[in-house]
């Protein structure tokens, strides 16, 4: 499956400023972004990012429940965008942000909370001094998805600007390309990268492995059959006890294993290692996990110490599954960088040892700061600037902010 703009260049443009909006999971997020430049010149400054995580109205669930997602982003929105307010600048007023044409009707039913927030909220009179708006049109949670695409309608009509629709999974990838994630105003150029490049995209919602050919044209070249890996994490950490979302704790714990050398109490499969494929399985590690706490259970033996055991077991069996992929991957790719992304990206052990991989290659490798390893708005503000182009601006206006059904 391929996606993206094969062939798409910069072209030269005038210092813009993009609103990021990104809601496909449990974070709601905005970031204001200021870019200039084209091509090898082109250069960004962030001017502020803003992360709303619901992580913990979700964890009496063990997992992201949509219904829940879609209501707290229409909740989080507007108050998040006020936050913006003095970054945002101005341009005029609007005499009104009340409902312009019927879709927002459908607006209203779909996403009360959204709709009851926006045309209560005056502060959005003044126009911003924003030249775009990108926002997050998948992959990710329907519902929760549509929270932001509807949020990105409802501003482009009141302040009359255009929409960019951005691939989540290009926003983790371009993010990784940021030198610095601080909102200092500082301009920054992108890291160097040279394509095609690898891309290892791993979260609680994706796990996929990508041939960008260029900024615009990526291939994915492997993806789950069924858990993402940061899936996996936390579901095996629920068995263990940890709270949700679990990775970090279990990574934690499989660290304390590592370093005090607690032996694994058993052995794990490292799903698919052997398939000739690119592609990954990890719902056979979460029954395994499940058959040994029960045992260990009914044998009086699930102490800490054990829980240590495991965790490191199970680490070493996903890294083990990630490495083989990105080996046979880099093997018959011919490819000049490896770029990892998404919420697991975080994880130390996984980052030391694919450092290693790349340095076996002779390639570098490109990694997001903390801060947006997992989801953000910044990456989103980024994409939505590097896919700017005179004849794509022209069909977004023609269509886009009328009708956001956007098909990639
Ligand atoms: O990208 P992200 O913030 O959200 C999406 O799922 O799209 O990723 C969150 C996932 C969770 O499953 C979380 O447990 C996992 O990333 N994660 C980690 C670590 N930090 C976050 N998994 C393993 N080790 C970590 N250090
Ligand atoms: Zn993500």
Same mark, same amino acid.
């Given at each position: 499956m391929t996606w993206g703009r094969p062939g798409v260049r910069i072209p030269y443009r005038a210092p813009m400023i993009i609103l990021g909006i990104e809601t496909s999971c449990d974070e709601t997020a905005l970031a204001l972004i200021e870019t200039r430049g084209s091509g090898e010149s082109f250069e960004c400054r962030i001017i502020n990012s803003l992360i709303h995580s619901q992580a913990k109205l979700h964890s009496q669930y063990g997992g992201v429940y949509p219904a829940l997602a879609k209501r707290e982003h229409g909740k989080t929105l507007v108050p998040l965008l006020e936050k913006l307010k003095s970054d945002l600048g101005s341009r005029g007023f609007t005499s009104e942000v009340k409902p312009? #044409? +019927?879709d927002w009707n459908d607006i209203k039913s779909q996403n009360p909370e959204l709709f009851e927030s926006f045309t209560k %909220? *005056?502060? +959005?009179? =003044?126009? &911003? %001094?924003? #030249?775009y708006i990108a926002v997050t =049109? /998948? &992959? /990710? +949670?329907e519902p929760a998805l549509w929270v932001g695409i509807n949020f990105a309608k409802m501003l482009a009509e009141t302040w009359q600007i255009p929409v960019i629709p951005v691939n989540h999974m290009e926003g983790h990838i371009v993010g990784s390309l940021l030198e610095s994630d601080k909102p200092d105003g500082k301009w920054q150029k992108l890291k160097e990268i040279n394509f095609p490049a690898l891309a290892l995209l791993i979260s609680g919602g994706h796990t996929e492995l990508i041939k960008i050919n260029n900024i615009g044209d990526y291939q994915i070249i492997g993806q789950t059959r069924d858990d993402a890996v940061g899936e996996a994490y936390d579901k095996a950490a629920r068995l263990l006890g940890l709270p949700y979302p679990g990775g970090p704790h279990l990574a934690k714990l499989a660290q304390q294993a590592r370093d005090s050398n607690i032996s694994i109490p058993i052995s794990l499969p490292r799903p698919?290692? #052997? $398939?000739? *494929? +690119?592609n990954f399985s990890f719902s056979g590690l979460k029954t395994a996990i499940l058959y040994a706490v029960r045992k260990a259970e009914q044998a009086g033996e699930f102490t800490d110490e054990f829980k240590k055991g495991l965790a490191r077991e199970f680490e070493q069996a996903v890294v083990d599954t990630l490495v083989s992929k990105v080996h046979a991957a880099l093997d018959d790719g011919n490819m000049n960088a490896l770029i990892i992304g998404g /919420?697991? $990206? %975080? @994880?130390k052990y996984l980052n030391q040892t694919l450092t290693k991989v790349a340095l076996e290659y002779g390639i570098p490798i490109f990694t997001p700061s903390q801060h947006i $390893?997992? #989801? @953000?708005a910044l990456m989103i503000a980024l994409a939505g600037s590097l896919q700017i182009k005179t004849e794509m601006l022209g069909l977004i206006r023609a269509s886009g902010t009328k009708k956001l059904g956007f098909d990639s």
């Open positions: 312009r #044409d +019927l %909220a *005056d502060f +959005l009179k =003044e126009i &911003p %001094a924003v #030249d =049109e /998948g &992959p /990710g +949670l698919m290692i #052997d $398939s000739k *494929d +690119l /919420g697991v $990206s %975080a @994880n $390893s997992g #989801d @953000n």
